[in-house]
């Protein structure tokens, strides 16, 4: 085919025999300068000029006359028709012409590309354009000079600035734009909405053209703006003097184009300037007069000015309502209203809206698909800024599958996948959230001219976060942070989120410094709005974060009591008033303040069951952490009678064998360990463990939780070799853990198990290995340390190495009185230890002081029944009978039956120890019969030590029978 064209465009020259090429210059320069069906005289002034100035026409043409020239124009051009390569049709008189047929439209193109006709093909078809231009130009004036007819004028209007700027002559076409006469014909001979509209867009045209041009020094968004204010003007003059009754409508539609033309350069008061102008001219109470209305708001509203621009959003709902029409428009305002309404910090009203919107577009949604999908993302976007990230998460899907729906392609689609990548990121969902992150940047490197830079930066920062490169990720994070400060996005607090972003990120990578300072930027970004923004909540929450994992903890409670501040007043009852509660009443926790503790998980508790309903699964949450707390002070029976009650709304509303069950029966079965009733606690455990197990990999460290926690009760309840078999299992998954301690502490109960059974050697080893790993891990003044050195001295004592032990137990105790404070339960211990073998060695004095502490501590803690208390006040009793202080001696023994009384699980475990203590009573009160059990036991004990006196020698020993001696070798004591 292409051979064939050529012959039929090369026909050979009588003069000289080489063929020409004016064929093929001119279907060529047609195919480029005219892609559409054209006046058959703008194809004529295009090949006049090209026959007069191309080299390659003037080669073979030579200077011909105007009539000549004509001629030669209309010869090629009946050629060419009668080749059939041109097809030419009237319209109302006026003849048409466009290339016949696809295939020869391509390979005129095909011509213009290879044959560059002196130069390069975009050279060539800027010359072209420029050829076309002039022509009109010049015949343009010959025809008004002459007043001839211009039957390209309607087209020229339209169209000749853009061949204008296809040949580079800016400005000229800057000019034209700003020219009354030109564009008063566009408006007389176009129809208003069409003149604006070709006027907006020779104007962004020759803006674009500017922008890219780095020779032009003048400024781009300048010139555009001044182009549109002179039209403005011109249309309202041209508005004043006609006398159409049209005329004020379509002065107002072409003023709201120019209005739309202003926003989108960002210059709002010239917009708002055009809108105002449009508005005077129609009545209030008309559709038009309603979209007048919404465009001011919106550009209220994108300078900031939400007082105005909700004003306008509602006069805008009012005119539609009060007309009758639930349109598209309606629907438009009220997401519109929605955004101003999350940007002033009125969530509830911005939910509301959000919703209302999607009712009236739901209604007729074949219609509005773009507009649903446009309202659930905003909706997403709210939830997201409102912490509920679950319905966060099923809006924006929920907007996904709308917009993929319609094919939508564009940066607001990019945007929707990049905040669904961070909830994702959130929830450390890495595979997902890279998923969505890659779809974000390949849409918004489609629409590079549209999207934000700061967008790009921030999906390179966070992807190479994922991909573990922190290096590009900081790189990629400060481009953010400089385009940041340029451009602010105020709208839905969006500059404040990716300072807050971009700060989450640094936290995870544990760069607090720089997570620190972007977290600073946010809340500088809504300082005016400081007892307001959710944003800011959020900022002061992740910052409350920040403190607590640098152990700045101090610094963590005002942020995180300011983040609820604001969430009470936005939200009101609400899953996120009720997190952060929980999240300070943890914090107090964990620092020792329990009564705030309480004070928070109380409250906690009260809003749960407000807001889900006293048997929801959201307040077995808060009642598995109230009862932790219980059990932490000791409060056994309140901790037990919350567990007891968050368990039994887990099993109502959860699978029986859930995880959260497991949970609960585990902390079940701690209490029961600690009360000593350990067949209780070894079926809870059993049960945690079966659960575990049906729910884990069996190297999961839940499931090795469950195998020590099974292993402790075990030989607490005297089952030492049930125990060594739990401990193990429990060792095989701990040991591949990153966290060490976990191996110590399985360690550690091995140790203890192997005391049990009479091999201190081998418990010594297990003890050794674990002061090794935590020394290593953590230093010589660690608090863990003194849970090892009291097992040590332990074994030391069962081995005979009296004077070890006693090194072992001060060093804990005096690690443990800086750590933990003299009076706590750890002291406790120690206390007791020193005690102990201070008594074994026959230092009476010493041995009565620490137990005498031990007794007072556990008195505080309500601690009366374990056995090393019983035993302490027995020691105490001897020690007491010894000196012959009587009175001091029954009172000890008998609070010590007492003791053993108490706890049947004692009496269960040590039954010789009841004869023990009856026998020590019965013999003493038989010896001092006139001597009463008195009250005030401890102040006895401790006045008792000023009774202590020099006469009591040293090397006598107190003797106990040979049961009461194997007695107590068996016991083993925790820690």
């Known amino acids: 085919l292409t051979e064939v064209m050529n012959l039929m465009l090369s026909p050979v020259l009588a003069a000289g025999g080489q063929p020409t090429i004016l064929m093929k210059l001119c279907l060529a320069s047609m195919a480029v300068v005219f892609p559409e069906r054209v006046q058959l005289e703008a ?3 295009l090949w006049g000029q090209l026959l007069r100035t191309e080299p390659y026409a003037i080669n073979e043409l030579g200077d011909l006359t105007p009539n000549q020239l004509r001629k030669r124009v209309r010869f090629i051009s009946e050629a060419l028709t009668s080749v059939g390569l041109l097809s030419i049709a009237k319209k109302d008189g006026v003849p048409f012409v466009e290339i016949y047929h696809g295939l020869q439209w391509e390979y005129a193109l095909m011509l213009g590309r290879e044959m560059h006709f002196g130069g390069s093909p975009s050279k060539a078809a800027s010359r072209w354009h420029e050829a076309f231009a002039s022509a009109y130009l010049n015949k343009k004036v010959e025809a008004d000079r002459e007043g001839g007819e211009d039957v390209c004028r309607i087209y020229a209007l339209e169209n000749l600035l853009q061949h204008m700027l296809k040949a580079g002559m800016y400005q000229k076409v800057a000019v034209l734009l700003r020219d009354d006469r030109f564009l008063n014909e566009r408006l007389d001979l176009l129809d208003w909405t069409k003149a604006a509209d070709c006027h907006i867009r020779d104007c962004k045209s020759l803006q674009a053209a500017m922008d890219s041009d780095e020779s032009i020094s003048a400024d781009a968004v300048d010139v555009a703006v001044a182009i549109y204010t002179k039209a403005g003007g011109l249309v309202l003059d041209q508005a004043q003097a006609s006398r ?5 409508k ?53 300078r900031n000015d939400h007082k105005k621009g909700l004003n306008n959003v509602k006069e805008c709902l009012k005119v539609l309502q009060e007309i009758g029409e639930s349109t598209t428009l309606y629907a438009e305002a009220l997401i519109l209203r929605g955004d101003s309404m999350m940007t002033t910090c009125d969530y509830k009203g911005a939910l509301d809206s959000y919703d209302r919107a999607l009712d009236n577009l739901f209604a007729d949604s074949d219609n509005c698909r773009v507009e649903i999908g446009i309202a659930l993302g905003r909706k997403g976007r709210l939830y997201q800024v409102m912490g509920e990230m679950e319905n966060a998460h099923g809006a924006l899907d929920e907007c996904l599958k709308w917009k993929l729906k319609i094919n939508e392609s564009s940066c607001d689609l990019a945007s929707i996948y990049n905040f669904l990548g961070d909830l994702c990121m959130d929830r450390d969902e890495k595979k997902k959230a890279l998923d969505f992150f890659d779809a974000a940047y390949r849409l918004f490197e489609q629409h590079r001219n549209e999207a934000d830079e700061t967008d790009i930066h921030l999906i390179n920062g966070k992807t190479d976060y994922l991909n573990s490169d922190f290096s590009g990720s900081q790189e990629s994070f400060k481009l953010a942070l400089e385009s940041m400060e340029k451009k602010v996005r105020p709208l839905m607090d969006r500059t404040a989120y990716d300072y807050r972003t971009i700060a989450k990120t640094f936290l995870k990578q544990g760069d607090f410094g720089q997570a620190k300072g972007a977290f600073d930027k946010c809340l500088d970004a809504t300082n005016d709005r400081r007892d307001e923004s959710l944003e800011r909540s959020a ?24 983040s609820l501040k604001i969430r009470i007043v936005k939200l009101g009852p609400s899953e996120t008033v009720i997190d952060a ?5 943890s914090l107090h926790k964990q620092v020792g303040e329990r009564e705030d503790a309480l004070n928070y998980f109380n409250k906690a508790l009260e809003l749960t069951e407000k807001v889900h309903g006293e048997d929801s699964p959201k307040v077995a949450e808060i009642l598995y952490k109230f009862g932790e707390l219980k059990e932490e002070m000791d409060e056994h029976v309140e901790a037990l009678a919350m567990l007891g009650e968050c368990l039994d709304i887990q099993r109502r509303h959860l699978p029986g064998r859930h995880p959260d069950i497991a949970s609960t029966v585990d902390a079940l079965g701690k209490i029961h360990l600690e009360k000593h009733n350990y067949e209780k606690a070894y079926q809870l455990f059993i049960e945690g463990l079966e659960i575990r197990q049906a729910n884990f990999q069996p190297d999961d460290p839940r499931v090795g939780d469950s195998f020590h926690n099974l292993g402790v009760v075990s030989r607490k309840g005297g089952k030492c070799d049930r125990a060594l078999t739990f401990l193990m299992e429990a060792l095989h998954v701990r040991k591949s853990l990153e966290d060490e301690s976990f191996t110590v502490e399985t360690l550690l109960e091995i140790g203890n198990v192997h005391r049990a059974l009479g091999d201190p050697e081998s418990a010594l080893g297990c003890y050794e290995k674990c002061l090794e790993i935590t020394l290593d891990r953590y230093g010589g003044e660690d608090e863990r340390i003194s849970d090892i050195l009291l097992p040590l001295g332990h074994a030391k004592k069962d081995l005979g190495f009296a004077e070890d032990a006693v090194d072992f137990y001060r060093r804990a105790l005096e690690i443990r009185e800086k750590k933990c404070g003299k009076d706590s339960a750890k002291c406790a211990a120690g206390f007791r230890s020193l005690g102990l073998v201070m008594y074994e060695k026959g230092d009476y004095r010493a041995a009565i002081k620490y137990l005498v502490d031990f007794i007072r501590i556990q008195d505080a803690r309500k601690q009366k029944n374990s056995i090393d208390y019983v035993m302490g006040l027995e020691i105490i009793g001897d020690i007491h009978k010894f000196n012959n202080n009587a009175e001091d001696a029954i009172s000890a023994f008998a609070a010590a039956s007492n003791a053993y009384r108490q706890n049947k699980e004692l009496s269960k475990l040590y039954p010789a120890l009841g004869g023990f203590l009856e026998k020590r009573l019965a013999a003493e009160e038989k010896q001092n019969p006139d001597q009463e059990q008195a009250g005030g036991l401890l102040d006895q004990i401790t006045g008792a030590l000023r009774n202590l006196d020099n006469e009591v020698k040293m090397n006598d020993m107190i003797e106990a029978s040979p049961e009461e001696e194997a007695f107590r070798r068996k016991l083993i004591f925790d820690g």
């Open 43 to 45: 194809v004529h002034l």
């Open 244 to 248: 159409k009754e049209a005329a004020p």
């Open 250 to 302: 379509d002065c107002a539609m072409a003023l709201q184009q120019l209005g739309f033309a202003l926003m989108d350069l960002g210059r709002h008061s010239e917009a708002i300037s055009q809108y105002k102008s449009a508005l005077k001219q129609v009545p209030k109470g008309t559709a038009l007069a309603a979209s007048i209305l919404y465009s001011l708001a919106a550009v209220y509203i994108a």
């Open 539 to 562: 900022a002061l929450f992740d910052m409350g974060n920040l403190y607590v994992n640098s152990k700045e903890t101090k610094s963590a409670f005002p942020c995180f009591e300011d």
């Open 581 to 585: 509660m929980e999240k300070i009443g």
